[in-house]
């Protein structure tokens, strides 16, 4: 089944504590995002890769990294979480990341920062 | 300024209602429009792209007015399982979804 998937789904941590949300993708598409979802502001984009190696900073990339060094995953990495990065994560994937095409997300990262 | 501007919701119809949803964009250089439609605590998934002429998928009519910088989908009929939060996208990037501008959603609740 062609898909996204995100790990872990749900998540608590505490402020400053080194974490990874994982990403992949089985469509062999070339363009990955992730976005933040938070009440009010709607999706916004942290980071996106165009392909392999390349990223390039969305809207709200501060206090994120992330790395692309295969094609299907695209990890979400926050070096010291802040109780301000607590949102609803998604990752998404398109075939080249033109901009008619279709995003697929996954099925959403829940982040709690204590 | 980026932005996409949405209908504040929520709307609350009864079923077989028809309702109408407006978004409007800042960037007269938009290239590309989306309704996504995101059920709750779900992944948001693609309704419809929006054409220049105007498109219709069985009861959802989407409408692209470029001189006036809006989008428009209209529902027809509307089922309880249409209850859900529609979202605005644009692309204002010739050629990239590297900015996708998503708007903050409209939620519709179809009552029986």
């Known amino acids: 089944e062609a898909q996204v998937t995100q790990n872990p789904r749900y998540l608590i941590t505490v402020t400053g504590k080194k974490l990874t949300v994982t990403c992949s993708q089985n469509m062999n598409h070339e363009y990955m995002s992730w976005y933040r979802q938070d009440p009010g502001l709607g999706l916004r984009q942290i980071y996106y890769?165009?392909?392999?190696?390349?990223?390039d900073k969305g809207d709200v990339p501060e206090g994120y990294k992330v790395s692309r060094k295969e094609k299907r995953n695209f990890p979400l990495i926050l070096e010291s979480p802040s109780p301000n990065q607590t949102s609803l994560y998604f990752c998404?994937?398109?075939?080249?990341?033109?901009?008619?095409?279709?995003?697929?997300f996954g099925p959403g990262t829940r982040l709690l920062v204590l | 300024r980026k932005e996409v501007e949405q209908d504040p919701g929520p709307f609350n119809v009864p079923e077989g209602a028809t309702v109408a949803f407006n978004c409007t964009y800042s960037?007269?250089?938009?290239?590309?429009f989306f309704w996504y439609r995101q059920d709750c605590r779900k992944e948001p998934k693609l309704l419809m792209s929006?054409?220049?002429s105007g498109n219709e998928d069985g009861r959802f009519t989407a409408q692209l007015n470029r001189a006036s910088q809006y989008i428009s989908l209209l529902i027809r009929d509307s089922k309880l399982s249409d209850s859900a939060t529609y979202l605005c996208?644009?692309?204002?990037?010739?050629?990239?979804?590297?900015?996708?501008?998503f708007g903050k959603g409209t939620k519709l609740s179809v009552k029986p």
């Open positions: 996208v644009v692309s204002p990037l010739g050629g990239s979804q590297g900015n996708l501008i």
């Open positions: 890769s165009m392909n392999v190696e390349v990223t």
């Open positions: 998404a994937s398109s075939l080249q990341g033109r901009s008619w095409e279709t995003q697929y």
């Open positions: 929006v054409y220049s």
């Open positions: 960037n007269s250089a938009s290239q590309s």
